[in-house]
């Protein structure tokens, strides 16, 4: 190891742990891929002690010094724009209005890079995509639903404020048995996010429980919190249960037609869906990715599920993300080696 040799690091700030990863020259990945508690409660100045361990352990595990990094990119969990963090969302107070970027670059000696974590995923995914030369649109149901969008080419679509891509908050024409509109987190009714997402998932098993169809249901007698039985319905749903593939379905043709629209403004050439469900067993996924098609199938027109010219060309590509956990520290990481490199 030559004191030459130049490393990117990626930093993935989560609610409660960092994400590392480390990139040579050559835009590879190298070393191990590391993780520590991020203290993000405890304010910005104690993450920065625990994004200093990170790259002191990323330097340990690749035989390398901490000197020898020369760029960083790091994602937060909350919209950004130019360094500074705009909303709290899950970070502590003093993160807001502060410029978390030029406040590191300071502490560390090392140019770096922000955006936020849904775009931090969508360049991990087209990273591990090395062939692919098209736009990427990620999608992840999650606790929320979170997006993210990769230009041709590789770079990342912020938006003008670093506001661009919140996927979970445009409206979807549908409503609940009473024709209602479900409430967002963000404050509005009827957004993607309340029919796609874990806190979805808990509204929409209290309401089927309360139908009397389902009184024989494990779920409706067992003695759990509403949070409880949504964690266990992707369980039940592995194994065919009938109420839970009810809910999932729903989700996924909806979350189909959201794409629909999402896909007619920005004609990504591919989806990528994110989140946990990505990490279920593949007949599930299976089922679940044609709910999708489904819902797509229902809102996009024709052209952007096949080429007119040539019906067997498919211009909206569908794809599970395949980057795991540490996907968007690495896509942190190439972001810093194009941004940083010679």
Same mark, same amino acid.
């Given at each position: 190891? &030559? ?57 340990? /595990? ?13 994602? @937060? ?97 549908? !409503? ?26 808990? !509204? ?12 024989? /249901? ?6 759990? &919190? ?44 591919? @989806? ?32 952007? !599920? /096949? ?36």
């Amino acid at each position: 190891m &030559t004191d030459q040799a130049s490393y990117y690091a990626g930093l993935d700030i989560g609610g409660s742990t960092v994400k590392a990863a480390l990139v040579d020259s050559d835009g590879k990945s190298t070393g191990a891929l590391t993780e520590v508690k991020s203290h993000v409660k405890d304010g910005f100045q104690a993450t920065f002690g625990q994004l200093e361990k990170a790259l002191e352990e990323l330097a340990s /595990h690749a035989n390398i010094e901490v000197s020898q990094i020369k760029g960083v990119g790091l994602d @937060v969990p909350a919209p950004n724009c130019e360094g500074v963090v705009w909303t709290r969302a899950n970070l502590g107070d003093d993160w807001v209005g502060t410029n978390i970027r030029d406040e590191l670059t300071k502490r560390i000696g090392i140019p770096a890079y922000m955006t936020n974590d849904g775009n931090a995923a969508a360049v991990g995914e087209y990273a591990v995509r090395p062939d692919y030369e098209g736009g990427l649109l990620l999608v992840a149901p999650g606790t929320g639903l979170g997006g993210g969008l990769v230009l041709p080419g590789g770079s990342i679509y912020a938006g003008a404020n670093g506001l661009a891509l919140e996927v979970g908050h445009i409206s979807v024409p549908h !409503r609940e048995d009473d024709g209602s509109l479900p409430d967002c987190t963000c404050g509005l009714k009827g957004c993607a996010e309340a029919w796609v997402s874990l806190m979805a998932l808990r !509204r929409r098993v209290g309401l089927e429980l309360a139908k009397g169809q389902w009184k024989d /249901h494990p779920l409706y007698t067992d003695e759990l &919190t509403i949070i409880e039985k949504a964690f266990k319905l992707r369980d039940y749903a592995e194994e065919g249960d009938e109420l839970a593939i009810q809910i999932f379905q729903q989700q996924g043709q909806i979350l189909g037609y959201a794409l629909g629209d999402l896909v007619r403004v920005f004609d990504p050439g591919m @989806v990528v869906i994110g989140g946990g469900l990505a990490e279920t067993s593949e007949k599930f996924r299976n089922s679940y990715m044609g709910w999708i098609q489904e819902g797509f199938i229902e809102r996009a027109w024709p052209a952007y !599920r /096949h080429n007119p010219l040539d019906p067997s060309q498919i211009t909206t590509v569908f794809e599970w993300a395949t980057g795991g956990d540490y996907s968007a520290a690495l896509g942190m990481g190439f972001v810093a080696k194009d941004l940083f490199g010679n």
